[in-house]
């Protein structure tokens, strides 16, 4: 299920909740160490808003978010450099975006769940030309390859 996405306003940032940091630590089906979401760098331009799973966690490419609570009652993820957590429509694919792209979202039951329902997937048959990773992220209805999500907070 898809949810149409697009914001004409500008975001209130005063409105970050208590200006919180955290990363993202996924685990997925076959996964022995937890993964984190990342920046996908080093790859295709064409994919550099893409966002994939990353195997260090401090790394300069894993996102550290903070929630943000919009006049809506939705809340919206924005990370270090001032993007938002968001979705390529057509295949589901995670990007940062800005704001008027920003998908709202929720972290219920360790699911990281965007508004319409779906949630965090990897399929690791998805591939893209011209790409050196097959470690892109989705979302998708709850399945096989859903992703446990938890979050840890950075100080």
């Keep these: 299920m898809s949810v149409t996405i697009g914001h004409t306003d500008t975001p209130d940032t005063g409105r970050l909740q208590g200006a ?41 490419a894993t996102r550290v978010f903070t929630w943000y609570t919009h006049s809506n009652k939705k809340t919206y993820l924005q990370d270090q ?16 975006t800005l704001w008027g792209s920003a998908a709202a979202w929720a972290l219920p039951s360790n699911r990281l ?13 998805q591939k893209w ?5 097959t470690r892109y992220l989705s979302v998708a209805p709850e399945g096989s ?6 979050w840890e907070y950075v100080t």
């Design 113 to 125: 769940v965007v508004d319409g329902g779906n949630v965090l997937t990897y399929d690791p048959n």
């Design 20 to 60: 919180e940091r955290f990363r993202l630590k996924l685990s997925g089906p076959a996964w022995k160490t937890p993964k984190w979401l990342s920046l996908n760098v080093g790859d295709a331009l064409a994919y550099k808003w893409y966002i994939i799973f990353g195997e260090e966690r401090d790394s300069a």
């Design 81 to 96: 450099d001032g993007n938002w957590l968001s979705y390529e429509a057509l295949y589901g694919v995670l990007k940062v």
């Design 145 to 150: 390859e859903t992703v446990t999500v938890e």
């Design 129 to 133: 030309p011209w790409s050196t990773t």
